[in-house]
């Protein structure tokens, strides 16, 4: 008898097709094959490219655009202090 539970094994199968989906999508960014420290990118710099892209709003989620909201003090009711 092994020393391993069944538990053991399906997490180990589970690790292991994880890190195998990972290498083999390529990074969104460059193309080459993603690195499971940086998944879905290949390294840090196409992360770190990844996020400045956000950040720049070269990215967006498209929506319609919120009417503007009243400042704050406006929405609270004031309270008459006797």
């Given at each position: 008898?092994?020393?391993?539970?069944?538990?053991?094994?399906?997490?180990?199968?589970?690790?292991?097709?994880?890190?195998?989906?990972?290498?083999?999508?390529?990074?969104?960014?460059?193309?080459?094959?993603?690195?499971?420290?940086?998944?879905?990118?290949?390294?840090?710099?196409?992360?770190?490219?990844d996020?400045?892209?956000?950040?720049?709003?070269?990215?967006?989620?498209?929506g319609?655009?919120?009417?503007?909201?009243?400042?704050?003090?406006?929405l609270?009711?004031?309270?008459?202090?006797?």
């Open positions: 008898m092994s020393g391993f539970s069944p538990f053991d094994r399906a997490a180990e199968l589970l690790i292991s097709n994880l890190v195998n989906e990972a290498s083999a999508k390529p990074c969104p960014i460059c193309g080459k094959p993603a690195v499971a420290r940086f998944r879905p990118f290949c390294s840090g710099r196409c992360k770190d490219v996020l400045n892209r956000w950040f720049s709003g070269a990215y967006a989620i498209p319609t655009e919120l009417e503007e909201v009243p400042d704050a003090p406006a609270v009711p004031s309270r008459k202090r006797d």
